[in-house]
Each structure stands twice: as C-alpha cells, then as structure tokens.
C-alpha cells in the first residue's frame, strides 16, 4: 500500500476500534449495574438483542446512503450517534430509556460499519482488498479485548465511570474524523434517492446478488460464534468448574488470536489458496471445533477448540467481507449495509437460541452450530463464485 492508502486505513482502524472499544468497556459494569438498578439476566440479553436488532434494520438503508451521500460523512455520524447513546446510558437509570440508548447505539453502529467497509473497497485494488479487510477486522479484535478490560479498570472509579469514558472518547473520535478523513468517493448528490425499501424487501433483494451465498455464510458464522460465545462462561464455569479469571484469560487470548491472525496471515492464506478455498477450509475448521468441545474432557482442551474456533472465525470474516466487496461492483454501499444486515441477524438469534436450548441440555447449542456449519460448508463446496470468472 502507499503512503496515502496506509494513512487512510489508520484512520478506519481508530474509527473501528473506538466503535467497538467503546460497547465493550460496558461489559464488565453492566451485571453490576443492572442489578443497582433492579434488573438481571432478562435486561442484559434484551441490551444485546435491542443493539443488534436496531443495526439490523437500519444497516440496508445505511448501505444506501453511504453509496449516495458518500463514506465520510456516514463514517461521522455513526461515530457520532454512538457517543450519543452512550451519554444517554450514562446520565439515565431508567431501564427504558436505556433500552433506547441501545437502539440509538445499534443505528449509530449500522451507519459507521458498512461506510467503513466501504470506505475500504474504495482505496484498495482487489489484490489489497483481502489485507485491507483484514486490518479493519483486526482492530475490531483488539477493541473486543481491549475495551472490556479498560472497562474493568475505571469501574474501580465509580460504576459509571466506564459510560462517561467512552462518550467522550467518542466525541474525540468524530473530532478527529472529520479533520482527518477524507471522502473516498463523490457523493451523488444530483441523484434522487428512492425511499428506503423495508428491511424485508431489502434482504430479498440481496437474494438475487451474486453474493448471496457469501452473505448467508456470514449469517451463519456470526450465529455460531454468538451462540458459542453467549453459553461459554456459563459452560466452563458448569462443566469444569472454571473461575471468572480462567473465562477472562480465555476471551482475552481468543481476542489476541484474532487480531494477530487478522494482521499477519489473512492476506498471506488468501493469496496462496484463493476465496472459495478457504471458506471451504476454514468452515471445516470451525465445524471440526464444535465437534470437539462437544467432547472436550477438561478446561485446557475446552479452551484449545475455542482457540481453533476463534482462529477459523478471524479468518472467515475479511475473507468474506472481500469476496462481497469484490463481487459488489459500484454498489459497495448497498453490499456492506446487507453484510452487517445478515451479521446482526445471526447476532440476534444465536444468543437467543442458545440460551434457550443450554436450559434444556448444555450441550445442545454446541451440537447445533455443528449441524448448521456442517451444512454451511457444503453448501459453499456447491456454490461457483462469479469471481472465478472476473481478472
């Protein structure tokens, strides 16, 4: 890459990494807090929902937007209703409207993420597409490790602390985003823009792509992965007796895993194998850890298969993110905003599912990320990609 484009994906990745920093630092505080303000469990699954189902819906429509009125400014104002929802969550103890912190936060998310994916796809070539997803999913890695941990720290100053934080760590974001970045591309702003079509016509819409199947992957990866995640300390701590210091060292190495990986040998794998063939790998790579935390007899090798769960995941995901970008022509815009679409239905269900059958059998959630990545994978064995045919 030059000077410029490295400059450029700097930018994205503190853009990236402060957007996901900045949810993750509540982590920590929010069983505590909820419980200081009467609610539990049920409050704390619904905050996560509620965050992925706003993104969901909004991201079609941002998609759009960022292919119409341009990256940079789509890139700033998600930053910006980010920090809004989290000044919202901090100056209120109403459970309501921290529900609507929640819903400002998920469009504040689906407004950033596809404009910066985006954003990606503009000052790349299709050579430098693969590193260049990858590096924006490395800094989404470290800020899944980095923020709950920060979170951890400045709750020692008040159970607040850590909401207030990370506003104003955003308002800096958008500060420095705007003097900082420029538009990759010229906004339309001659075009009419047609009415936002409802998420439902929107998906089946992307049914008709060439990426369709990519797409339908990237659902199903990020359900299996939300269900893992969803029941892991809950497993660990049932099966093998595990303290919260060995859940905290797990996903803190699972996270490093990730972005080193991300960083360092997404790019090196794709060009020697190609796409299609390391979905196919990585897929049965994934399926192969469900299997074996199935039967895992111990917490050491239960967190060696998270740790090959999490390796595969770190690679499907800029993997499939690229293949989408390269597949989506002059509509990055409308193809990233559908690639957030289907990650956060997957967000949505699989905690929702899993929490449900880990109440009827602890094992079943395991068994049935088996079933679905087993079935993903030969599916995407089947399909043809259109880009084996484009130079």
Same mark, same amino acid.
């Given at each position: 890459m030059t000077q410029d484009q490295k400059k450029k994906m700097f930018i994205l990745m503190v853009n990236m990494f402060i957007a996901i920093? *900045?949810?993750? +630092?509540?982590?920590?505080?929010?069983?505590?807090?909820?419980?200081?303000?009467?609610?539990? /469990?049920?409050?704390? /699954?619904?905050?996560? *929902?509620?965050?992925?189902?706003?993104?969901?819906?909004?991201?079609?429509?941002a998609g759009k937007w960022a292919d119409k009125y341009g990256r940079r400014v789509m890139i700033i104002a998600g930053l910006s209703v980010l920090a809004l929802s989290m000044f919202v969550f901090y100056f209120s103890d109403s459970i309501g409207v921290l529900y609507l912190s929640r819903v400002i936060g998920g469009v504040g998310a689906a407004l950033l993420v596809p404009a910066i994916f985006a954003y990606v796809a503009d000052i790349t070539t299709m050579d430098q597409r693969a590193k260049g997803n990858s590096l924006i999913s490395a800094s989404m890695s470290l800020g899944i490790v980095i923020g709950p941990g920060i979170g951890g720290f400045l709750a020692d100053f008040g159970l607040k602390m850590p909401l207030l934080v990370s506003a104003i760590v955003g308002v800096f974001a958008v500060v420095f985003s705007a003097f900082m970045l420029k538009e990759s591309r010229v906004a339309k702003v001659d075009a009419p823009l047609k009415k936002p079509e409802p998420m439902v016509i929107e998906i089946a819409q992307s049914v008709k792509k060439p990426y369709f199947i990519p797409l339908v992957i990237t659902l199903v990866m990020s359900f299996g992965l939300m269900a893992y995640e969803s029941v892991l300390g809950l497993f660990v701590?049932?099966?093998?007796?595990?303290?919260?210091?060995? +859940?905290? @060292?797990? @996903?803190?190495?699972?996270?490093?895993?990730?972005?080193?990986?991300?960083?360092?040998?997404?790019?090196? @794998?794709?060009?020697?194998?190609?796409e299609n063939a390391v979905l196919n790998i990585f897929l049965g790579v994934a399926a192969l850890g469900f299997l074996l935390s199935i039967i895992a007899p111990s917490y050491i090798l239960f967190f060696g298969v998270t740790m090959i769960i999490f390796l595969a995941t770190s690679i499907l995901r800029p993997v499939l993110t690229t293949l989408i970008s390269k597949l989506a022509g002059e509509e990055q815009g409308f193809a990233m905003g559908m690639n957030n679409a289907y990650m956060s239905i997957g967000n949505v269900l699989g905690p929702l599912l899993a929490g449900v059958l880990y109440d009827v059998q602890i094992l079943y959630p395991f068994i049935l990320g088996l079933i679905v990545l087993a079935g993903t994978m030969f599916l995407s064995m089947k399909w043809k990609s259109p880009r084996e045919t484009v130079v």
């Open positions: 920093g *900045s949810f993750g +630092i509540i982590i920590p505080i929010l069983p505590a807090y909820l419980i200081s303000i009467g609610q539990g /469990g049920k409050a704390a /699954g619904l905050m996560l *929902s509620i965050f992925a189902g706003a993104q969901l819906i909004m991201s079609p429509i701590d049932n099966q093998f007796g595990a303290s919260p210091k060995d +859940i905290a @060292v797990m @996903v803190t190495s699972t996270g490093i895993i990730s972005v080193i990986i991300q960083v360092f040998a997404v790019d090196r @794998v794709v060009r020697r194998f190609g």
